[in-house]
C-alpha cells in the first residue's frame, strides 16, 4: 500500500554483500518542513512572549533607554546619582574586561534596571485606571469629562491576546455589610413577613459570629492568589460534581440561523475544521486582539488557553482538566466508529479539500463497530464515579489506553452525524430537536469531556458541545464567531459545493481506534448509557425565534434590551407558574485577571412590583417599569465590577466548610435553587460580519439544560436590532399533567415581549412628545 511506504523513513535490506538502505526522499523531505514549521511557530511564540511580557513598553524602548544612558554618560552626566559606579565596582576585574568596557556594561545593566522599573510602574499605572468603573454607572449615551479623559489613557500600540494579563486588578473582595445587605434585599420579595424576620435573623447572627473570621481568609487569599473565586468555583461548581455533565452542566452552540453554505457534509466538515486550525494557530501564537469593553477597557484572557488539547478526567471524588500542547491530531466519530486524523501534512495544515477528502473517506468506511465501541462515549455521558472506575480498571493499558490517549489529547472532537438538523421556519419543532441533538445527542455519539465536540449533520449544518468547567460561553461564542467568518467569507465553497482547492492523492487514510472491550466494561457502558438516555429523554427543548422586534425598537425608548428581556420572563415567569422565583442572570468578571462569571438576582422589589401591576392593568406600569429597569441595569453593573452577592457567599461558604464551622445561613443560602436560570448568549463579539449587509448571516445562539428539575433554564441571543431568539429547557418528569412546559413558557415569553412593547410604545411617545415641548420651547424663547 502506498501510504505504508511513505510511512516509513527509510528502509534496509541484508544481502551477502552488506546492508543497503534505502532512504525515502518524500518522507525526509516532509520530516524537514515539519521541522522547519516547528522552530518557525516557537521563533513566533517567544518573539510574541517577548511583546507581551513588556507590555505596555516594547522591545525597542529598551534601546532608546540604553542610548540615552550612554548619551549622558559621555556627555560627563550621571543620571545614575552613583550607582553605575557601584555597578562597576562589583564587576570583576580581568585582562578582558577593560575600565571602559566596565563603564558601558555597567551603564547598560542600570538602563536595562530602569527600563524595567518603568515597564512595572506603567503597570501599576495601568492597574490602577483598570481599577476605575465610574463609566460603567454613568447614563447610557452620556459620558463624564472624567470618562473621557481615561479613555484617552488607554491609547498605545496594538496589544496581542495576553498583553493586558499581568495589568488586570485582583477581584475585590466586597464588605460582608455589603453582600448580606444585598442578599436580604434580593429575597425579600420571595418571602413573607415571618419567613423574611427569620432569615434577618440569622443573616444578623452570621454577620456578627462567625463572617468576621471568615472574612478575614478570604482577604489573604484575594492577595495572595490571582482570582479568589475561580479556582474553587471550577472544583466545587464543576469538578467535584458526581452527577452526569451531559444536560447538566454542558451546553451548546448552534450554527447560523437561515444559511447552509453546502449540503455536503464532508465539504462542510472540510472548511470548518481548517477554520479550527487556523484560529488555533493564532491563539498558541497569542495574536488574537483581546476583547474590550466599549473597545477600550481590557477583558481578562486566560480562559482561551485550555480551549484545545483539553479534556476533563474522571475521578472518584473529583475530575481534574487535561490541557496537553502541540497535538496534531483528531478524533472522528462516525456511525460507532472512532477514527484517528493526522490534521498536518508536510509541516502545514491539511488544507480544506484534503480535510473533505480524509472526512469522505470516513463517511464511505462500510466498516462495523468493535464490540463495546458503539456507545462507549456514554461513560461520559452517565455518572462520574462509575466512569472513573471503569477508566482506571480497563483503560489504563493496552490498545485501550493508547486509542483513549488519542481521544483526550486530539485538538478536539468532532461526531459526522447520520441526522440532519437546523432551522427550518416550516417546522415548529425544528428549533427543538436541534437543540436537543447538540445538547445530548444519542447519549453516545459526542465525548462530553473534551473541551468541545464539533457537530457536522449530514445536511452541511454544524454545531457544538461545549464542557463547562474550563471556560464560559462568550469564549465558545468568540471561536465560533471566527470560524463562521471564515467559513462563509474567507474560504468558501466550489459550486458544486465542495472545498476549493485540489486533492490530495499521497495523503494516508484515517486510521481506526483500536479497541479491546471485555463484557464486563459492556455493562458498565450500557448502564450508563440508560442513565444518560433516561436524562436526555426528560429534557423538554424550546427554541423561539421572536421576530416581532429587536434591541432597535427597546433601545429608542432609551431601556436596556437585556433589562427588557428580564422582566419579560419575569412577567412570563409569573403568568406560567402563579408565583415568583429566585432568578439567575450569568454576568461577566473578566474585567478582573482570571474573572470569570457572577450572579444578577433578576428577581427583585422592583421587578416584581411591576409584574404586579402589568396583571392589575395598573396606571403605575410605566413608571414601574422604568423603575424596575434601571434596578437591574444597576444590579448588573455590580456584579461586573466585583460588587455581587453570590459568588461571594459561595466562597464564605467554602472557608467555613475548610474550617468545620457551621452557618445555619450559609447552609440555607448554598441549598436555595434556582427555578429560572437565565443567559444572554454574547454576539457580534469580533464583528466581522456586518448584520446590516448580511442580515440573513445570523446567529441562532445556545443554549443549557434546566438547573433546577422543577424549573427552567433560558438562554437569548439578541441579533442584531430586529431578531432575539429563545432557547427554553425545562423537565417533562416535573409536570405529568402537562408535557410542553418548555413550549408553554416559550409562549408566555412572547406575548410577555408583545405586552411589555406597548408600554415601550407609550414610553417613545412620552420621550418624543417631551422633546418635541423643550425644542417649541426653545424656539419661542429665541
Known sequence: MAEAHQAVGFQFTVTPDGINFHLSREVLKHIYLSGVTSWRKRAIQFKNGILTGVYPASPSSWLFVVIAIMSSIYARLDPSLGMIDSIRKM??????????????????LFATGLWWSLILLLRFTLKVLLSYHGWIFEPHGKMSSSTRLWMVMFSGRRPLLYSFQASLPRLPVPSIDDTICRYLE?????????????????????KKDQAPRLQKYLWLKSWWASNYVSDWWEEYIYLRGRSPIMVNSNFYTMDLLYMIPTHRQA????????????????????????MRALGVVPMCSSQYERMFNTARIPGIETDCVQHMRNRKHLVVYHRGRFFKLWLYYGGRHLLPSELEQQFQCILSDTSEPQPGELKLASLTAGNRVPWAKARQKYFSEGVNKTSLDAIETAAFFLTLDDEAHGYDPDRAESMDL?????????????????????????NGKIGVNAEHSWADAP????????????????????????????????????????????????????????????LADDVDFHG???????????????????????????????????????????????????????????????????????????????ALFRKAAEKHQNMYRLAMTGAGIDRHLFCLYIVSKLLDIESPFLNQVLSEPWRLSTSQTPQQQLNLVDIQKFPKYVGAGGGFGPVADDGYGVSYIIVGENLITFHVSSKYSYDSLCLQDSHRFGQNIRQAMLDIRELQTLLWILSATKQKHVFSKKLKKD
Open 91 to 108: 564587576l570583576p576585574v580581568s585582562d578582558y574586561l577593560t575600565s571602559q568596557s566596565q563603564t558601558v556594561l555597567s551603564a547598560i
Open 186 to 206: 434580593s429575597v425579600r420579595p420571595l418571602l413573607d413577613y415571618d419567613q423574611y424576620k427569620n432569615m434577618e435573623i440569622v443573616a444578623n447572627e452570621f
Open 267 to 290: 465539504a462542510r466538515a472540510g472548511n470548518v475544521v481548517h477554520a479550527l486550525l487556523q484560529y488555533r494557530r493564532k491563539l498558541e501564537r497569542g495574536e488574537h486582539i483581546p
Open 434 to 458: 436541534y437543540a436537543k441533538s447538540l445538547l445530548h445527542g444519542k447519549c453516545f455519539d459526542r465525548w462530553f469531556d473534551k473541551s468541545f465536540t464539533l457537530v457536522v449533520y449530514k
Open 475 to 534: 469564549i465558545i461564542g468568540h471561536m465560533w464567531e471566527d470560524i463562521l467568518a471564515t467559513d462563509y467569507f474567507r474560504l468558501g465553497y466550489t459550486e458544486e459545493g465542495h472545498c476549493k482547492g485540489d486533492i490530495n492523492k499521497g495523503l494516508a487514510p484515517p486510521s481506526r481506534l483500536q479497541w479491546d472491550i471485555p463484557k464486563a466494561c459492556q455493562e458498565v457502558i450500557e448502564h450508563s448509557y440508560l442513565i444518560a438516555k433516561d
Open 544 to 622: 423561539c425565534v421572536f421576530e416581532e422586534f429587536g434591541k432597535g425598537l427597546i433601545k429608542k425608548c432609551r431601556t436596556s434590551p437585556d433589562a427588557f428581556i428580564q422582566l419579560a420572563l419575569q412577567l412570563a415567569h409569573y403568568r406560567d407558574k402563579g408565583e415568583f422565583c429566585l432568578t439567575y442572570e450569568a454576568s461577566m468578571t473578566r474585567m478582573f485577571r482570571e474573572g470569570r462569571t457572577e450572579t444578577v438576582r433578576s428577581c427583585t422589589i422592583e421587578s416584581t412590583a411591576f409584574v404586579q401591576a402589568m396583571e392589575d392593568t395598573s396606571e403605575q406600569r410605566l
